[in-house]
């Protein structure tokens, strides 16, 4: 295993904390992530027709947003640790 899979592998892991405040920013509580990922595999036209059209495009986007923050954060820590290790060589 290269020691770059084993850095993400290890971020992944330590970030663990920051993934559950940053839920906590994005969701109120559990139903709440409950009803968004059902938003988000549910068909446009299907909310469309039970009147949730804009509520369901709001809970795609605020579980987007979570997804590309938190994967966000472990690429920009990524990217630190190469160029201090790259310092250090």
């Known amino acids: 295993m290269s020691l770059e899979l084993v850095m993400i592998i290890l971020l992944l892991f330590l970030n663990i904390p920051v993934y559950k405040f940053l839920f906590r920013v994005f969701f109120v509580d559990n139903d709440d992530y409950n009803e968004t990922v059902r938003h988000t595999f549910t068909p446009n ?28 954060i472990v690429v920009l820590e990524y990217i630190v640790l190469i160029k201090i290790i790259a310092v250090f060589r």
């Open 45 to 72: 036209i299907i909310s469309l027709f039970r009147g949730e059209y804009w509520k369901d495009r709001m809970n795609t986007a605020r579980l987007q947003f979570f997804i590309i923050i938190c994967g966000g």
